[in-house]
């Protein structure tokens, strides 16, 4: 378990809280339900931070904080962290590809992914003469992406998200 194997030595409860996208989890250590990771998970997801795991380690001293008290406790302490914590931006990114009807439109596709910051992944001829390029790119940019190679080849090459 985590929180078990990551806190702090001597601690009464190590509870945690993670983001990884659309996935979560979060745990209370043994405190009243609620009033550990919970508070944390919403102090987590207010910050605007993905992937990133908060843990807080409460070391019990004989003062009985009630539910009230743990919860402003452990989501004041996730929220503390957080605001100070220096964070990266980052754009999601979504796999595309670009089928073009023969080689001759490729050059307009290869173009693209230097104006789009584009990364080719793959790339086939198949028997037919079309060519299938796979490319990931910032999900900002897919719909501009996909005009422009439109513009460049007049529609001739089809563009598609596939895990948008």
Avoid: W
């Avoid at 931070?49 to 402003?72: H, I, K, M, P, S």
């Avoid at 605001?83 to 073009?100: H, Q, R, W, Y």
């Avoid at 173009?111 to 790339?123: G, M, P, S, T």
């Amino acid at each position: 378990d985590f929180g078990r194997g990551g806190g702090a030595r001597g601690g009464s409860h190590n509870c945690f809280a993670y983001r990884i996208g659309h996935e979560y989890r979060f745990s209370d250590d043994g405190e009243p339900g609620g009033t550990a990771g919970r508070p944390m998970l919403s102090a987590l997801e207010g910050s605007g931070f993905d992937g990133v795991c908060v843990l807080v380690t409460r070391y019990y001293g004989g003062t009985q904080l009630g539910a009230g008290g743990l919860v402003r406790a452990y989501g004041g302490a996730a929220s503390a962290v957080l605001e100070n914590a220096p964070g990266e931006l980052a754009f999601p990114t979504v796999t595309c590809t670009a089928i073009a009807p023969d080689a001759s439109h490729v050059d307009a596709v290869y173009r693209c992914l230097a104006r789009f910051d584009a990364v080719k992944e793959d790339e086939e001829y198949s028997d037919d003469g079309s060519v299938y390029v796979e490319l990931s790119v910032d999900r900002a940019k897919t719909d501009e992406l996909g005009a422009t190679l439109a513009d460049l080849t007049q529609g001739k090459v089809a563009f598609r998200v596939l895990d948008d």
